[in-house]
């Protein structure tokens, strides 16, 4: 609340994981718990993430959390009833609902773009916003971002219809890749304002953000200009 009455934020980010996680919380008791959130502020569910097992592209189980919990259910599974809960808590909410679009093997991998494009177009909600992950992560292995380069969230949004949410902070790690690791694919992330232009020119939300900058993220820390 300090953030929100020094005018440094305007809303909440909520972590939406699957269900499994909270196995007594329901659609019915979930009101009163949501209540004791801060009031006047805007308030965003952020749904699952690789970090809790959630990759439309089904490549990028950060922390081993769909294998630990899966139970029996397909990857595509787990992924779309995380985001039917995300979309519950959100109609309670009356909030957006951010998802990170996927991983694939690489730029090209066209079978991790195809799962992708099945979750995100078969849920038409406009409330389901497109966030930039970072291009490269190296926590395990090199695994592709979709949506961390202006170009690649741009056939995203027309794919889907959707609009994507900027987070600066994976902003600025894209153009410090670009920077140090001497990838073609990242060649037009090379300028950070010109990066900003490129994403400010797609259909975007209203609402952005900056995340925390995980361990296994890759960048080069001269041209980090947080």
């Not at 909600?125 to 490269?136: G, I, K, Q, S």
Request: aromatic share 10%; charged share 20%; proline share 5%.
């Amino acid at each position: 609340m300090r953030l929100h009455e020094d005018l440094l934020t305007q809303g909440i980010q909520l972590l939406v994981a699957h269900p499994c996680y909270t196995p007594g919380i329901t659609i019915e008791n979930l009101p009163k718990i949501l209540s004791a959130l801060p009031q006047g502020l805007e308030i965003i569910i952020h749904c699952g993430a690789e970090n809790r097992g959630v990759d439309f592209g089904e490549n990028f189980d950060e922390k081993r959390e769909y294998e630990k919990h899966y139970s029996g259910l397909s990857w595509a599974t787990w992924n779309r009833e995380t985001l039917a809960w995300a979309l519950q808590v959100a109609n309670l909410v009356h909030g957006s609902v951010v998802v990170h679009p996927g991983y694939g093997k690489d730029s090209l991998d066209v079978l991790s773009k195809e799962r992708i494009l099945s979750i995100l177009q078969y849920v038409a909600d406009p409330r389901v916003l497109l966030e930039n992950v970072p291009p490269f992560d190296f926590v395990e292995f090199e695994k592709w971002g979709f949506g961390g380069i202006p170009s690649d969230m741009c056939w995203l949004v027309a794919a889907t219809k959707k609009r994507c949410l900027i987070d600066f902070t994976h902003l600025w790690v894209a153009v410090n890749q670009a920077k140090s690791l001497n990838r073609q694919v990242l060649a037009g992330c090379l300028d950070l304002e010109k990066t900003i232009a490129d994403f400010l020119a797609l259909p975007h939300s209203n609402i952005c953000h900056f995340s925390g900058l995980p361990p296994g993220i890759q960048d080069d820390h001269e041209f980090l200009h947080v």
